[in-house]
């Protein structure tokens, strides 16, 4: 019997989500059933039907709610009736925003059974840990525009960074990296945003020396060069928020693609933090039974790791990437199955 429960929103959103968060919730209670914990889904239905019914992205009173759930699951938002913008602003970003959900935590791993895109990398070469910020920089809406649509129109889009938050997302970073190899590396573009650049350095030297880690620098270009030809050269990258989001796309695509990137929006200080996969709503192959599911669930896995279910966490995890060998030959449920019943067993699928 269940001695301990979760509550756990779920916003499935458009496309592909509904289907990959279905499978993720199975490989969930699968754990929750072996390791003696209880979850408690929380169903939302927020994304493009609700936008497009009541022109609502995300109602105060639910923002008021989702605050006392334990953790929120997200499928994927997004969908071309829906014009750019609208859900990933005034929902997902609010989210992150309102939440104070400062880390954006990338994994980027090749697992056994996945083809990378790379030649002759094996799956120890690529295994790093990407630490974006994520409630600053070009991402916080500052800017405008005037003389829209005349010749004299002009736009600005402000990047801002504070110290404070600088900090606490280095802090976390370099917590992370006591717990693996010790070293560190911020990616920034020191050599051309020299304001911004500034900051993030001499914060990333303090921090990094207050946590007795090890601290290297790379360029944002010269690291995406770097995560194509030598991927083993980094363990743990922390980053602002735009060049988190442009390196963590590269980064699951040297680890085979979206199908396998999961990410955690945390707040490690307070309740609730957000988990979802890399991957959007993919509005092409919904309904296919193409998707693949395992980004989901390692997304879950993050999940149950924060909320401190270690074990259950491990064997979802172990669950996902027993399956992925061959999982091409499955479809979403078949392959969400798979992972539950290995989860349930501690068994292989194979
Ligand atoms: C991501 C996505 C989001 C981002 C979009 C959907 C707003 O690309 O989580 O990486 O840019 O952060
Ligand atoms: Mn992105």
Known sequence: MANR?????VLA???IGPE???EARKAAEAAGARFGFGLDWVDYDLGADRWLRTGEALPDSVLEELRGVDAILLGAVGRPDVPPGVLERGLLLRLRFELDLYVNFRPVKLYPGVASPLAEVKPDDIDLLVVRENTEGVYVGAGGHVHRGGPAEAATETSIETRAGVDRVLRFAAAKARERAGRLTLVHKTNVLVHAGDLWQRAAREVAAQAGVTLDYAHADAACLYLVTDPGRFDIIVTDNLFGDILTDLGAA????????ASANLNPD???SLFEPVHGSAPDIAGTGMANPVAAVLSVALLLDHLGERAAAAAVEAGAVAALPGAAGYSTQALGDRIATAVAGGGSPH
């Not at 429960?5 to 929103?9: C, K, N, P, Y």
């Not at 040297?254 to 990137?261: F, R, V, Y």
Request: hydrophobic fraction near 45%.
């Open 13 to 15: 959103g458009d496309g």
């Open 20 to 22: 990959v968060v279905a």
């Open 254 to 261: 040297i680890a085979g693609g979206l199908g396998t990137a």
């Open 270 to 272: 307070a309740s609730p």
């Open 5 to 9: 429960g979760h509550t756990i929103a």
